[in-house]
């Protein structure tokens, strides 16, 4: 007798993923209809969603906020789009007018600070709670939404839902309204601050290195929230290790702590902690590469190599001179962009990802570094499909990135990006001066905390990840309705991907595949008992139909470059591999009924 196959990961449309989670960062579209019902707006689809990817969905927390503000301080007719920072609302307001001249007169920034001067202590620099609004007309929405969705820097659901409750209580009030001159303070020096608007704490210039005061008992419950201030610096010092290589093994955060620096040099890796910097996503790790890049080298045009994640040739085309384009990642390519530049072009830099998304390819990254080294321009390696327990790829950049909202953390409930300089790149004096000065860490502290402990045992996850990606590629590459399996291991470009990869890596945790037809398309996806929505590196195995969801306004585009429209990609999560195997055969099997 046989016995029925047993759904497990059925989630009602738009519910958060994981379901129930209040900070997630995907959200259920469990069909192939309401991923396109959800591109086209279709209220039965939009209606429902508690929540989304966070650059391309505003966090219901912040729109609440965002509204609060508004409410008071703005006028009729008004939006309000929030940011960490004072700068960072003005490069938005500076985007603005790059796209709508003559708007400036209706833009302007309020910014939002503590009231008390214990609330600017040194104690809450540490976490910041401060934020800037740009206040623009409600008409140019969609203009907000693409510096907020390109550059990653708006800010967290948990910032929001901490700072609204600051808002609510009269403790974060518009900066115009506090004298800006010092104020007679009676209490322990510890608490003493500048009183400017432009105090930009010093726990964010320093790369996380600022040495707190111990937090008392006054600043916890001075603002109602029991937030461990005391392990906010610690727990972004042990996510900066673990991205530098010095923890290796699964590690709590008093022990990533304890451990000794190597006397301040490189771990086996090649990458120090001092050069690893923590961004809110992975976007703006990208954003900020790049904007810094064109500060230390000049506005030129940059170079887009491999088919990339949407908003990294947005970010080329709309922040700067522009781009190029080369979207095979093939050999031809580059000796096309050889050419070129033996012809006298310029470039301020190569942007890729090692591997690329959604067909995973890996670049050939050491004939790059050859041209850069050569033709003198800046290597942006994004790694984080790859992961940097599986590829080690700093020796052919100047700028590694990569989005720990997905496999570092896992856990699908917290963003977050980092970027590492490359302490041997010939660049690297030149870049290192440029990030000293500009760097700020903008990394709400509450993110930062949930990244280190779901981070914890980011090792031990990787192999077990790799091994499933392995049998799950194995089952669908024996069937014959199966037209391609896309996965570093069975690609072409595989030389280049095995030339970084380290002496325990694996292949990675992302696939995608196709099919000769959108019916058998269609059909595996509805009939695969995984959770479907945006993202890749859940703990869980999470799928889309990934180009219709990316893409959906620019198929046509995506075909010119090979990328069907019809392809699921699939990220694998660590479910006991028998079952996994068992439930894409049975998606498989549907294809035949």
Not at 168 to 178: C, D, F, P, S, Y
Not at 319 to 334: A, I, K, T, V
């Amino acid at each position: 007798m046989t016995v029925p196959f047993q759904r497990e990961n059925d989630v009602e449309v738009g519910e958060s993923i994981p379901p129930m989670t209040a900070h997630a960062v995907s959200v259920s579209l469990p069909t192939w209809k309401a991923n396109v019902a959800y591109e086209e707006g279709e209220e039965w689809v939009v209606g429902k969603m508690v929540t989304g990817y966070p650059r391309f969905f505003i966090h219901k927390t912040i729109q609440a906020f965002a509204h609060a503000i508004v409410s008071k301080h703005g006028q009729s007719g008004e939006r309000a789009m929030l940011f960490p920072t004072h700068v960072i609302a003005e490069r938005c307001q500076k985007f603005f007018v790059s796209q709508a001249p003559g708007v400036e007169q209706q833009l302007r920034i309020l910014d939002l600070v503590p009231l008390s001067e214990e609330a600017r202590s040194e104690d809450l620099a540490i976490i910041s709670p401060r934020v800037s609004a740009l206040l623009y007309p409600e008409d140019k929405f969609k203009i907000a939404k693409q510096f907020w969705q390109h550059s990653g820097d708006g800010v967290s659901s948990r910032r929001a839902e901490y700072c609204h409750s600051l808002f609510e209580k009269g403790i974060l009030v518009n900066a115009t309204t506090l004298s800006a001159s010092p104020r007679l303070f009676k209490g322990p020096k510890r608490y003493r601050t500048k009183t400017s608007i432009d105090l930009t704490d010093s726990a964010s210039k320093s790369n996380g290195d600022a040495d707190p005061h111990d937090p008392t008992q006054f600043v916890e419950e001075r603002f109602g929230r029991n937030l461990d201030l005391s392990k906010t610096r610690n727990a972004k010092l042990a996510v900066r290790r673990r991205i530098a290589g010095s923890l290796t093994e699964n590690v709590g955060l008093s022990e990533a702590v304890s451990l000794a620096k190597a006397n301040g040099t490189e771990h086996a890796t090649g990458r120090s902690e001092d050069d690893v910097y923590l961004y809110p996503c992975g976007m703006s790790s990208i954003f900020n590469a790049h904007r810094n890049l064109m500060t230390t080298k000049g506005p030129l045009k940059s170079i887009v190599y491999g088919f990339p994640y949407i908003d990294t040739l947005k970010i080329v085309e709309k922040f700067g001179p522009g781009g190029e384009f080369y979207g095979f990642s093939s050999s031809e390519e580059l000796d096309d962009l050889e050419k070129r530049l033996e012809n006298g072009e310029r470039f301020l830099a190569l942007f890729t990802e090692f591997p690329g998304n959604p067909q995973l390819r890996s670049p050939d990254l050491e004939r790059i570094r050859s041209l850069a080294d050569k033709y003198d321009f800046y290597v942006v390696v994004d790694e984080t499909i790859g992961n940097f327990l599986n590829v080690h790829v700093l020796p052919y950049a100047d700028v590694v990135v990569s989005s720990l909202t997905k496999i570092f953390s896992g856990d699908s409930n917290v963003m977050g990006g980092s970027l590492v300089l490359n302490p041997k790149g010939k660049n690297y004096k030149e870049l290192k001066r440029t990030w000293t000065l500009d760097y700020e860490d903008n990394h709400w502290a509450e993110d930062s905390i949930f990244l280190e402990r779901n981070s914890r045992d980011f090792v031990s996850r990787i192999e077990r990840i790799n091994a499933n990606a392995e049998a799950i590629c194995d089952v669908l590459r024996a069937n014959p309705r199966v037209k391609k399996v896309y996965y570093p291991k069975y690609s072409e470009t595989r030389p280049h991907y095995d030339k970084c990869r380290t002496p325990n890596g694996g292949y990675g945790g992302l696939l995608s595949v196709t099919f000769y037809s959108k019916e058998d398309s269609i059909m595996f996806f509805d009939t695969l008992d995984s959770v479907k929505g945006p993202s890749l590196g859940t703990n869980f195995t999470l799928s889309s139909p990934y180009v219709i969801l990316a893409h959906y306004g620019e198929l046509d585009w995506c075909a010119k470059w090979g990328i069907e429209a019809d392809l699921v990609r699939v990220s694998v999560g660590l479910e006991e591999t028998s079952r996994l195997v068992s439930t894409f055969q049975h998606a498989l099997d549907a294809l035949t009924q």
